[in-house]
């Protein structure tokens, strides 16, 4: 496993910020299982947490208004840097406009152990939630979340709230899931009222 600290990087128009390897899932198609980086990035484990500084100090090497999107993803779920990436956001918030999102497993609730949605208002323009299957067995054996049983309700009803903190909001699943999957994800994003993008899973 190859370190570094690799607090941002670009994957074609977009800036992602890489604040934590920390995570309670498990996931069965997570790339972290395949190598050190990320669509030809640096290693993306790091050497330590970085602390705030550190970052700004990354990002001010960047010019961040030519990015079409800053994006929280990394390798390890940016809610497990809760007050990290609010202070991170807020200050992006000072140096561009360039929107901010987050890519998330959605479990920040059970990670931070109380309902974080509002504290989500005014940071992000799009958030981007891994739903990864249309059932909670399904999710229990793709996701393996340290949280067991609670987590894919966890993650449905985070989703339902954030919406009112965040413009735009999406769940994705992975192609290879197959049509079926799909079908059933599609039917429970609309019973909660949010848009599914069915991404090409690619193996980096
Ligand atoms: S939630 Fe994301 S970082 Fe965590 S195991 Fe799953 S794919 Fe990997």
Request: glycine share 6%; net charge negative; with cysteine.
């Amino acid at each position: 496993m190859k370190k570094a600290m690799t607090i941002s990087y670009e994957v074609g128009e977009g800036l992602y910020l890489n604040l934590t390897n920390k995570c309670p899932c498990a996931c069965t198609f997570c790339l972290r299982q395949n190598g050190d980086g990320a669509y030809g990035s640096d290693p993306l484990w790091l050497e330590h947490e970085p602390p705030f500084e550190e970052i700004v100090a990354d990002l001010e090497k960047r010019d961040l208004d030519s990015y079409k999107q800053i994006i929280f993803c990394g390798y390890g779920e940016p809610t497990c840097a809760f007050d990290m990436f609010k202070k991170v956001a807020a200050w992006l918030r000072g140096q561009t406009k360039t929107p901010i999102r987050m890519n998330t497993n959605g479990l920040s609730d059970l990670i931070n152990g109380r309902d974080t949605a509002p504290e989500f208002k005014g940071l992000l323009d799009a958030v981007s939630i891994s739903l990864n299957a249309p059932d909670k067995e399904e999710y229990n054996a793709v996701t393996r979340p340290k949280f067991g049983e609670e987590s894919y309700d966890a993650m449905l009803k985070f989703a339902a709230e954030i919406k009112k903190y965040v413009p735009d909001v999406m769940f994705t699943v992975v192609d290879v899931i197959g049509e079926d999957k799909i079908k059933r994800s599609q039917e429970i994003a609309d019973s909660v009222g949010i848009r599914l993008r069915v991404r090409e899973y690619i193996p980096d």
